[in-house]
């Protein structure tokens, strides 16, 4: 597959500046219906070369050619191939270049992605040309620093709706006898990079408005359009336009504004200007927690801010691709804090955002948040939590240093010197260092071009009426991963907590101050009576790993969390005990317990989701797998009693039940969800719709109770795309060999498939509480990877590698790690490839250091067991 380097895209760019592109697309077949594998387009491009005389090279992945030519001579290409395009020889100053060629859909997301609605069986395509896929659907220089005008003509059924960048200009018929197929013409756009342009075309269901002179749409599928809630989406879409306009000071600059929620996306969402992209998951069709509501909200917010950061001003090249994602995930929390009802949303994005960012930057492939990437291949894999959660956490650090009026002022200057242009790092600091008054190069270096995160913690000593007479933090910045990691500065809050009489923990007083190097006194706190919880990172304002003193740990461990009244700062301990947990500080038996005491009472449905899920995790990959089992039903029976315990209907009552049916395994827990199914057993307010009766049917199809036959039963009643997905999940969960041996191939070969249903059928065969049949995947993952990442394109690719990596149960050993670096040792293998291998060994690593630490606390307590029982027999003589 083409893979375009920095240096061909350096020099293209020093050679041409590319003026215009006129695409016109023709999508049906013979009869005047959708065309079935096959579109053709004819794309006339003209631009400027720099050095008249010179050659350069044209980005396209085409079946065949009509015609090729430049500047009305013939082009050959006889000698074609997609990696090299198409040679474009001995230019003039001036050029017009014509590529009229019939190319392909696809089913990976990628491209031009057809898919067909197995409840109408109405076609619908939408683009999703982020890299470098944009050759995919048009000849181009597909690069994000070569930017021009488009103006787009689409030939299609006449009953088709078609957005994309520009607003309609006109429909007509198309001039053949088929007279329900009609030519739509789109308005010419700004300047943009080929990657954020767009098309979206099929029966799609409309939903309209206006605000502040923007014309605002919406679109589903047809077959979806009963579950559509317009009138929210409208409502967080106008909150988020007048929040960037009152702060950003540059109106949004691409007229109308679209939002598609398309089906079988591979990612959240796709910032393509005036015509965002959102997978449909995100179109309600059973009840949801307010997590995933908030969840979509800041979704939208992400993409609007994109046409600001992102689309007006773009990165010259991807090193900097911060500029596009930090910035967009940091604006929409901002964003979604001050404008929207998700006032908490600081909490969602420490309880999930920064625990992916600390979870990434402590691999080996750990890298700077502006980092060399030397291929449109290599930037495949940085769509990460580095350069979105990290990212976004290094600008919020940001705004407590300089202050948020003040880089504000910065971002507004930055989008005034460099619309519809290209950057690169250095132009936004010029715009920060003029409106903060501060020179932020050095702290650019720490921040942003260094890789690795800091650890934080609190050192005291106490006088004799329990006053500190010493308080310093202490900053580690260990080298073990990252060899460039560095002590950096950081301005954080440090919060006093203490019970009051009514039992809750409060917060009693706070310091704000600026920490740096390895020791830092904080003479502001001597003399304050010790609390009963130091929280280091009040308000979460840096970006660090916290560790918590004994003395709190043990206020925390001994009912303090569910104390605790303040959302952020239970969130901020939940992490720190998880990450304590990943470094073997803290056993996971004990992170049960933590669970067990206070999850239950927790407030914030999100936080009890994201506990929830790390508790699992860690009971799959870092517990001794002789107590895991025992604790896995432990945990489902807690999720049934705080089922049963919550408000009748509520978003807790069906997060619970949610957690439950991950992990049921016993006959009693299995009887209760059979029964949940069947409605002989009732939650009042629980309502079992379509999505949680998959999950329902998923757990007993795991469990045993449950098969092929019930499966096809409940895929008849939900003949949906949704369904079929479930389907397959759930045949692939299915606790038997054969199962197994048949969903690897679809899971890792079978190119027939969308990508989302292989993923679907990943899902089910990666269950974590069968790893016994699991165990014969782990060489023979190893023995295929090279080929998967060579059948399937990188997006699709890198779903496989990361979702099938041996880390299940049975392969936390030796051996896993050993199979690991001899994959490793062949350094031919491509490097975002050998990447993946990289990430997946060290969290094997990391669960051995930790399922050893687990069976150490398991031991120890059985000998303190068997010392009390010892005491106890004694004092009875």
Known sequence: MPNLTRQDARHRAESLRVDSYDVRLDLTGPDGGPSERIFRCRTTITFTAKRPGTSTFLDVIAERFHEVSLNGRPVDVSCYEPAEGIVLADLSEHNVVVVDADLLYTTNGQGLHRFVDPI??????????????????????????????????????????????????????????????????????????????????GPYFEATDHHDGIDLGLYCRGSLAEHFDPDELFTITKQGFDWYHQNFGHRYAFGKYDQVFV?????????????????????????????????????????????????????????????????????????????????????????AEKTWAYRQDQYPSTHPVACEIPDAEAVEVNFDGITYAKGASVLKQLVAYVGLPQFLAGVRQYFTDHAYGNTTLTDLLDALNASSGRELSGWAKLWVETSGISTLSAEYEVDSDGRFSSFAVLQDA??????????????????????????????????????????????????????????????????????????SLHTL??????????????????SAAWEMVRDSQLAIRHYLELVISAAGSESVVG?????????????????????????????????????????????????????????????????????????????????????????????????????????????????????????????????????????????????????????????????????????????????????????????????????????????????????????????????????????????????LRARAVDTAAGREALEDDTLSDCAVCRSDG
């Open 263 to 351: 089906p079988e996306f591979n990612s959240g969402a796709m910032e393509n200007a005036a015509c965002v992209t959102l997978v449909e998951d995100y179109v309600f069709t059973s009840r949801v927690t307010d997590v995933r509501k908030e969840r979509r909200a800041t979704t939208v917010l992400h993409e609007m801010a994109h046409m600001w950061f992102g689309n007006l001003v773009t990165m010259r090249w991807f090193e900097d691709l911060w500029l596009n994602e930090s910035f967009a995930e940091w604006a929409a929390v901002i964003a979604q804090s001050q404008a929207t009802e998700w006032t908490d949303s600081w909490t969602t994005f420490a309880n």
């Open 557 to 574: 461990r001994n009912g303090g969390l569910a104390a605790l009244q303040d959302s952020l700062a239970r969130t901020l301990c939940w």
């Open 607 to 847: 936080v009890v989701q994201a506990v929830n899920k790390h508790l699992l995790q860690g009971l799959e990959m870092y517990a001794d797998p002789e107590w895991a089992l025992g604790a896995r039903a432990r945990f489902a029976d807690l999720a049934i009693a705080n089922a049963r315990a919550a408000v009748p209907g509520s978003d807790h009552q069906l997060a619970w039940v949610q957690d439950l049916l991950t992990c049921a395994g016993t006959d009693e827990q299995l009887d209760f969800v059979a029964g949940l199914l069947s409605g002989e057993q009732q939650l009042q307010g629980l309502t079992v719709d379509t999505e949680l009766r998959w999950l329902m049917l998923r757990a007993l199809v795991a469990g045993g109770r449950a098969g092929e036959a019930e499966i096809a039963a409940a895929a008849a009643d939900d003949p949906s795309a949704a369904g079929a997905r479930e389907a397959a999940t759930a045949r692939a969960r299915i606790p038997t060999a054969e199962a197994k041996a048949a969903a690897w191939p679809l899971a890792t070969q079978d190119s027939t498939l969308s990508t989302a249903v292989m993923k679907a059928v990943r899902i089910g065969f990666r269950d974590p509480w069968q790893p016994e049949l699991l165990a014969p995947y782990t060489a023979r993952f190893f023995e295929e990877a090279a080929g998967i990442w060579d059948r399937h394109t990188a997006e699709t690719a890198k779903g496989i590698i990361i979702g099938l990596f041996p880390s299940w149960s049975s392969a936390i050993d030796e051996q896993t790690v050993r199979l690991a670096d001899e994959f490793l040792a062949d350094t031919s293998r491509p490097g975002a490839l050998r990447r993946l291998i990289s990430e997946g060994r060290s969290e094997v690593v990391r669960a």
């Open 120 to 201: 109408d069986d109405e076609v619908y395509l939408y683009t999703q040309f982020e890299t470098t896929d944009s050759k995919r659907m048009f000849a181009c220089f597909d690069q994000p620093d070569l930017k021009a005008t488009f103006t787009l003509h689409v030939t299609a059924p006449a009953h088709w709706k078609l957005m994309s960048n520009g607003a309609v200009t006109e429909v007509e018929d198309a001039g053949n006898e088929h007279s329900d197929t009609r030519t739509t013409h789109f308005a010419t756009t700004p300047r943009l990079s080929t990657y954020i342009t767009a098309l979206v075309a």
């Open 478 to 551: 260990p080298r073990d991963i990252s060899p460039d990691n560095t002590l950096r500065p950081h301005r954080l809050g440090i919060g006093l907590y203490n019970y009051d009489e009514a039992g809750k923990l409060l917060r009693t007083h706070r310091v704000e101050v600026d920490v740096d190097g390895d020791r830092t006194e904080i003479a502001e706190l001597i003399g304050q009576h010790r609390p009963d919880l130091v929280l280091l990172n009040d308000d979460d304002l840096t970006y660090c790993k916290l560790r918590l003193d004994e003395h």
